[in-house]
């Protein structure tokens, strides 16, 4: 089966906490690649970050960092000192080799003042 | 202007209708997706395009049917709408030739059937 799961709906922090959205992805194909989506209250699709299943470096991006671990099939998402901004739901995303991109079913995060 | 476009963003229809929503997209890509979020189950994709000539079926395609008049245009069609297909939709699109690279989406086209 090629699926992506979120296995928390909703989080909810007070700003500056640091928080973690899990990401756990099932697949057969030797070769893929995880995504982060970001989706803000306005609804659009923000993409924050790629990576392919040979390159299990963490990489960090201001505020934001990424766990790919191949052993356990988890590409988790860190957020540090978090700010109301940061509010949104955030999708995981698989894509295989047939090139479909399967998302996750969202967290929900809520960032209070 | 945005590279990916949906027309209608909003639209209120009644069960049995017929509905039409559109895509377009500058971005030269020639592969494109439709995708559908409901609360609680992300994004499924209902349809997708490689080319032209090439329309497939995704994971929820029962009910719908799409069409790709141009490289720069994919719509989706509703032929008899009914209330469970009340939801947010995404048009997007990617790069050819490659599965790398991640998905540009629209602004999403919000429908209510009722």
């Known amino acids: 089966a090629q699926k992506v799961t979120q296995a928390q709906t909703e989080i909810s922090v007070v700003e500056k906490e640091d928080v973690t959205l899990d990401c756990v992805y099932e697949?057969?194909?030797?070769?893929?690649?995880l995504f982060w989506y970001k989706q803000p209250p306005s609804g659009e699709l923000v993409f924050l970050i790629r990576?392919?299943?040979?390159?299990?470096q963490n990489e960090i991006s201001g505020r934001y960092s990424w766990n790919f671990q191949k052993s356990t099939s988890s590409f988790n998402f860190t957020i540090t000192a978090s700010q109301v901004v940061d509010s949104a739901v955030y999708f995981c995303?698989?894509?295989?080799?047939?090139?479909?991109?399967?998302f996750g079913q969202g967290t929900e995060l809520s960032v209070k003042p | 202007d945005a590279d990916v476009t949906q027309t209608p963003r909003n639209r209120i229809t009644k069960t049995g209708k017929r509905i039409m929503l559109e895509c377009s997209q500058t971005?030269?890509?020639?592969?494109m997706y439709w995708y559908r979020q409901d609360p609680g189950l992300g994004l499924r994709l209902i349809y997708y395009s490689f080319d032209v000539k090439d329309i497939n079926k995704g994971e929820i395609s029962d009910g719908y049917s799409v069409s790709r008049q141009a490289q720069a245009k994919f719509s989706l069609s509703l032929e008899s709408a009914i209330p469970n297909q009340t939801a947010l939709y995404f048009c997007a699109t990617s790069g050819a030739h490659t599965n790398t690279g991640e998905l540009f989406f629209g602004e999403g086209s919000r429908l209510t059937v009722l």
């Open positions: 697949t057969r194909d030797t070769t893929y690649y």
């Open positions: 990576r392919n299943s040979f390159d299990e």
């Open positions: 971005k030269g890509h020639d592969r």
């Open positions: 995303a698989l894509r295989i080799n047939s090139g479909k991109l399967i």
